[in-house]
């Protein structure tokens, strides 16, 4: 699904190709909306706290659940219950593509 690996990077550091998109979805809860819904980008999370560039990295945060899964009809792809069906089903249902939680 060489796809859907390019659109989830579509999905991080978007604000500025999700703010220039006329609709938005949101691979996590599925919902699709207008960019001006969208009030919360983040940066910086746990993962990235020593990377100076995520300090600049803006990510749309879903108004709709709060994933950081929204991705823009800008990058290319159309957003529609088809697509965001088949992302949510490989990001978030299928553990193939996550690496493992290290054990705590
Ligand atoms: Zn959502």
């Known amino acids: 699904m060489p796809d859907l690996l390019a659109a989830h990077r579509h999905t991080t550091n978007n604000r500025a190709e999700v703010e220039a998109s006329a609709l938005c ?13 969208i009030v919360a980008f983040t940066g910086l999370d746990m993962d990235n706290l020593d990377d100076p560039d995520a300090a600049d990295a803006e990510t749309a945060l879903c108004p709709r659940c709060g994933s950081e899964s929204v991705i823009g009809d800008r990058s290319g792809y159309k957003i ?23 054990k705590p």
């Open 80 to 102: 529609n219950a088809q697509f965001l069906g088949n992302m949510n089903e490989a990001w978030f249902q299928r553990t193939i593509i996550h690496k493992p939680r290290p």
């Open 25 to 37: 979805g949101c691979c996590y809860c599925m919902q699709t909306f207008p960019p001006s819904e």
